[in-house]
């Protein structure tokens, strides 16, 4: 496991999964596991999730899970990177009802995008959102937040300029906007970027 960057409190890290993991859960965290390249089981109590490359699911904290892949599969996987107990009494204990471990198609997820420019929330970790959006050309401005954004291109190529940066970036790259900073998107290709931002539903 190779710990990659933060977005505000969540850690991003990157490990490869190739064999069985041993069962295990983690009471206070949720974990969000994203396939980058290849393809795994995510087996867990609930329910078991077959997912490639472009699909994720959320294992809420609680539930007793473990990955595994016959062939060498590299995960991206998001997770609460401070000590939960304190989180300044937004630590939450939970497991719910429902059944499953539903996953999400980022390319399918993204044919019913009714609108350009327009980020969708497809899944939650913790108080963050994972959205996905597409467009080509320029994206409305963005003023700045009181928090950092991920921004990942699944297809295509983007541009991000901030007042000191310009920076391209192509399918499977990523970088993490800190907050206070204003920062603008531009496509030059019709794009499909998914933003990790602390936002409400």
């Known amino acids: ?33 994203w396939v980058h390249t290849g393809s795994m089981l995510l087996e867990s109590e609930r329910g078991d999730a077959a997912m490639g490359a472009g699909e994720l699911t959320v294992v809420p904290k609680g539930t007793e899970h473990r990955s595994r892949s ?5 995960i991206l996987l998001l997770r609460c990177g401070l000590v939960p107990h304190r989180k300044n009494g937004k630590r939450q204990l939970y497991v719910t009802d429902e059944a499953g471990l539903p996953s999400v198609n980022l390319r ?15 899944a939650g970790i913790e108080d963050s959102r994972v959205q996905l959006a597409r467009g080509k050309g320029r994206w409305p401005i963005e003023l700045p937040v009181a928090h950092d954004r991920l921004v990942y291109v699944v297809d295509g190529r983007l541009t ?22 204003f920062y603008h998107l531009y496509t030059d290709e019709d794009t499909l970027l998914v933003r990790v931002t602390r936002e409400a539903l």
């Open 1 to 33: 496991m190779v710990d990659v960057a933060y977005v505000d409190d969540l850690l991003l890290s990157v490990y490869i999964c190739k064999g069985a993991l041993h069962w295990h859960r983690h009471v206070d965290i949720d974990e969000l596991f």
């Open 160 to 181: 991000v300029r901030t007042v000191r940066d310009r920076l391209r970036l192509g399918p499977g790259e990523f970088t993490v906007i800190p907050r206070g900073a």
């Open 108 to 122: 399918r997820r993204a044919e019913s995008l009714a609108a350009p420019y327009r980020f969708r929330t497809v």
């Open 70 to 74: 016959d062939r060498r599969a590299v």
